[in-house]
């Protein structure tokens, strides 16, 4: 690759990027998908078309364009959390969770990751490992949302609800606006014989599920 080159396509990557972030993904797949063509060997086109893909919901060609870019640098994290993120959506569980095992692994202070991890354990039947990960998620960020109400739920389902009630109650009090997050801590409540506080939730459940008045 002569120099010009090389500059051009830095400047694309550069501009692809920013373009992402900003949402405007769709712009840049044209000129992504010419310079993977081109240059198939640069690892990073292939991760910025797999992302921009993704962004577009496009899974089935973002996957394909994030594991050449894993080939091509197989120490690519970020390439693994979007392609784990890809594969999550497709439903494609058991894959997805090696992509975040590796993630983890590197980055175990991630939070986000860790929570994608655990995601995709309690859909593959890995639910004590799934536990083990969302408490850590809780202990590092004890305001995460999704987190807790994971958490609260499993323990539920698994006849811990005196377990499951604080991490129920703080993800009702962090989205007051969660249908479902007042709908499990009903659960959790009734299943604790506190018939009256049950009630009072599932009522804040249904009234999220009514639109609002004229």
Same mark, same amino acid.
Do not use: C
């Given at each position: ?25 769709? *712009? ?8 993977? *063509? ?26 394909? +364009?994030?594991? *050449?870019?894993? +080939? ?15 594969? $999550? ?16 692994? *590197? ?7 860790? $929570? ?89 459940? #249904? ?5 609002? #008045?004229?």
């Amino acid at each position: 690759m002569d120099p010009r080159t090389r500059i051009s396509i830095a400047n694309d990557m550069h501009d692809a990027n920013i373009a992402i972030e900003n949402g405007e993904h769709l *712009k840049v797949i044209p000129v992504l998908e010419r310079i993977v *063509k081109s240059e198939p060997q640069i690892h990073v086109a292939h991760y910025y078309l797999g992302m921009a893909y993704a962004r577009d919901r496009n899974y089935t060609r973002a996957i394909p +364009e994030l594991r *050449k870019a894993i +080939e091509l640098q197989p120490d690519a994290i970020m390439a693994h959390y979007e392609i784990g993120v890809a594969l $999550f959506e497709v439903g494609d569980w058991e894959t997805a969770a090696t992509h975040f095992e590796i993630v983890v692994d *590197k980055n175990p202070k991630w939070a986000d990751a860790r $929570f994608s991890l655990a995601s995709v354990q309690a859909r593959t039947d890995r639910i004590p490992d799934a536990l083990a990960n969302l408490v850590l998620v809780v202990e590092q960020k004890p305001d995460h949302y999704r987190a807790n109400l994971l958490l609260g739920r499993i323990l539920t389902l698994k006849g811990q609800a005196d377990v499951a009630l604080p991490y129920l109650q703080k993800a009702a009090a962090l989205h007051a606006d969660s249908r479902e997050a007042h709908a499990f801590l009903a659960d959790a409540l009734e299943r604790l014989g506190r018939a009256a506080d049950a009630q009072r939730e599932r009522a804040r459940a #249904a009234a999220l599920k009514r639109p609002p #008045a004229p």
